[in-house]
């Protein structure tokens, strides 16, 4: 999580984006955009984005040990054919992330 938190403009944000990338990358500001439209947006570093991401894998690697566990437990929950079967259902998405 950010230490800074600002809200800005986009006009404000053109004027001074410098200072702002430079706050967001070694301070790790997080700067909020918010825009006339009512929807806004967040400026983050890059290292910030891949921590967030990778709580989110993680949070969703438990989430399908969970499915798996409950699985073991009760195997007439569902039925597959095969392994890769049951594989694919529990892991979704990162099934195809997997190594060979």
């Not at 004027?15 to 918010?34: F, G, P, Q, Y």
Request: aromatic share 4%; proline share 3%; glycine share 2%.
């Amino acid at each position: 999580m950010s230490d800074i938190v600002t809200a800005t403009t986009p006009s404000k944000v053109r004027t001074n984006l410098t200072s702002l990338l430079d706050d967001v990358t070694t301070k790790n500001a997080e700067i909020h955009i918010v825009l006339s439209s009512g929807k806004n947006a967040v400026l983050i570093s890059e290292d910030e984005l891949n921590s967030l991401r990778s709580q989110l894998r993680e949070m969703e690697l438990m989430d399908a040990k969970k499915e798996r566990m409950a699985y073991l437990k009760d195997p007439s929950t569902k039925k597959y054919n095969t392994a890769e079967e049951m594989h694919k259902d529990i892991l979704g998405d990162l099934y195809d992330e997997l190594p060979d």
